[in-house]
């Protein structure tokens, strides 16, 4: 195994005093003899840059050697023609990343690689474990972090198994028979195939030998518990299955139940790529097919890039392991489906479907939402590009405001080579952003944006816009106020740097400058998901975390402890409603 560091990339730094909310990671893999998968890797990371732009990365194997290669820096920049041309193999994990935990450096660049005594190990992650401290003193202990008697030990059946096990059509299967135990690679269940064009499956053993078994490890197994960054959940989890001595879907049946919080995982040995997803689903993960071969990926927009039909999602709970024998997928645990709500609302991208529902039908629907709870008095709706763009269309169509670009985006800013001065820097956002004068000026905006986090990034454009002649600028936010902060892999302020909390909307209008703000409610934005209320995740929104917090998280939100702080069901009580609309500045005629 070799890991390599691509040359002549920048320092990846982001520009704008207020970047907003980012997302721990995107992650993507693919297993196909037939395809070139280093490029089919480049081209689904490429689809999910919105997810992490610090680094980048991707794992190739040929069934003998895993070949790494990362570094700091955009898709594009760690990239090229000739790195692609030596990745060479079937099977390849990638990785794109920002860093909500462990340093942004290139030994947290992923995929991470670990050799124990079953082999190598490339793994890739998305999200954020809440019992990072549990597992460090795991590691510590120098013991083979094997779950003790319980629910999901290999002494006793899976829980999972009592409704019957699932397999990846959905249908529900037998409990296994007596003296089989549930959730064992054993036991687990492929995904029939597809009819084959010639009348041959293409993936069958038959019609084509499993791939080359691997040689030996260039790397000795470690002789005791290496030193581990407790902050870098990456990590810990690829330390676990090192330190595991079994083979990764073994390993990984074991090890999955022990981690909290939201996880999605994308990793692979030699022969087999793997894939899991938190019991709670926060954050998505796809099953995508190839004419030979199979992909997961965090958003179905890389299945498309890519030429892979959508299969379905990866239920939350799932395990599933991908070879020359197919696809077998087993519960290691009992799904309690809260997805995020901020994917809808920023996150993933317009073309992304989650749950069925495409981002974009989503996010159009949050605008004629708003148009209906906030109406304005207004000649235009602009929208800050870009994730403010399809609210803004369903804010005009439903209000009947024409709809125009008031803002220009520079698409060259967010990654530079060159620092910016301090006198540019204090701009922050101009970097990205400049105003249309000969649109704007002597016109009453509707300024349609995703969210209002710091409030920093709109009280730079309210300023832009009233200095290139806005009459009046109305601001509406497709998402209720961001009041809490994210400990699943969104990288949101502390509760204390966020700026809804303990003000009212008026206040919060005052602050930015606007001449009224309306924010959507909790209850359109949920209804415009499709996705049902108890499944989704709305913590930033209203408090409510479905993983119990840790005792230092829950001391920094001001709770005593997790339990006294929650309800029976462990979720934090939510706090108060505020008021969702306020007008800060009364203008003459300006009136609906």
């Not at 089919?40 to 980048?56: D, N, P, V």
């Not at 319980?150 to 198994?161: F, K």
């Not at 892979?308 to 392991?321: K, L, M, N, W």
């Not at 408090?543 to 119990?548: M, T």
């Amino acid at each position: 195994m070799r890991v390599l560091r691509a040359e002549g990339q920048t320092n990846a730094g982001d520009d704008s005093a207020d970047p907003g909310p980012r997302d721990h990671c995107g992650v993507f893999g693919v297993w196909s003899p037939s395809e070139d998968v280093a490029r089919l890797t480049y081209f689904g990371l490429h689809a999910l840059q919105h997810r992490g732009q610090e680094s980048a990365g991707m794992a190739v194997s040929d069934g003998e050697q895993i070949l790494v290669v990362k570094d700091m820096g955009l898709v594009s920049q760690v990239f090229n023609e000739q790195t692609l041309r030596s990745l060479t193999g079937f099977l390849a994990v990638g990785h794109t990343r920002y860093s909500t935990t462990g340093a942004s450096s290139w030994e947290n660049a992923q995929p991470t690689f670990l050799s124990g005594a079953a082999g190598g190990l490339a793994l890739g992650h998305n999200g954020n474990l809440t019992n990072t401290d549990e597992l460090s003193r795991l590691l510590a202990s120098g013991a083979a972090p094997k779950p003790t008697a319980g629910p999901y030990s290999p002494a006793s059946p899976n829980p999972a198994a009592a409704n019957g096990r699932r397999n990846l059509n959905g249908f529900a299967e037998p409990s296994p028979a007596a003296g089989q135990t549930a959730g064992r690679p054993s036991a687990q269940t492929r995904l029939p195939e597809p009819s084959p064009a010639a009348g041959q499956d293409p993936l069958s053993p038959t019609s084509r030998p499993n791939p080359p078994a691997p040689a030996a490890s260039q790397d000795t197994p470690p002789s005791s518990p290496r030193a581990v960054d407790s902050t870098n959940d990456t990590a810990l989890i690829a330390e676990l299955f090192s330190q595991h001595g079994a083979p990764a879907g073994e390993a990984a049946l074991d090890l999955l139940p022990r981690l909290r919080g939201a996880y999605c995982l994308v990793f692979m040995d030699e022969r087999r790529l793997y894939a899991a997803r938190d019991p709670h689903g926060i954050h998505p993960l796809v099953l995508g097919r190839l004419k030979d071969g199979w992909v997961v990926a965090s958003e179905t927009c890389a299945l498309d890039i890519v030429g892979a039909a959508f299969v379905r999602d990866v239920e939350p709970g799932e395990f599933i392991a991908i070879d020359g024998d197919g696809v077998r997928s087993t519960r290691f645990a009992a799904a309690t489906p809260s997805g995020c709500l901020f994917e809808f609302v920023y996150l993933a991208r317009p073309d992304t479907a989650i749950s069925g529902r495409r981002v974009q039908a989503a996010r159009l629907d949050l605008g004629r939402a708003l148009a209906r709870e906030h109406p304005a008095a207004a000649d235009l709706v602009i929208p800050v590009p870009e994730s403010g763009t399809p609210a803004a269309v369903g804010y005009a169509e439903a209000s009947g405001i024409p709809f125009g670009l008031g803002l220009v985006k520079n698409a060259y800013v967010g990654r530079t080579f060159i620092q910016p001065s301090q006198t540019i820097r204090q701009l922050g956002v101009r970097l990205k952003l400049n105003p249309l004068r000969d649109i704007i000026e002597g016109k009453r905006l509707v300024v349609v944006d995703d969210s209002i986090v710091r409030g920093n990034t709109q009280r730079a454009i309210i300023a832009m816009l009233r200095e290139a002649g806005a009459a009046a600028v109305h601001v509406r936010i497709s998402s209720p106020p961001v009041a809490w902060p994210c400990f699943y892999g969104i990288d949101f302020a502390t509760r204390d740097e966020l700026l809804a909390p303990g003000l009212t909307t008026e206040q919060i209008c005052r602050s930015i400058g606007a001449d009224s703000l309306g924010y959507v409610s909790l209850d359109s934005l949920v209804r415009a998901t499709g996705v049902r209320p108890d499944q989704l995740c709305r913590a930033c929104f209203d408090g409510s975390y479905p993983v119990p917090l840790p005792e230092a998280e829950a001391r920094q939100l001001g709770w005593p402890s997790p339990a006294a702080a929650g309800s029976a069901s462990g979720r934090p009580r939510p706090p108060t409603p505020q008021p969702a609309a306020a007008s800060c500045r009364p203008l003459e005629g300006d009136r609906p």
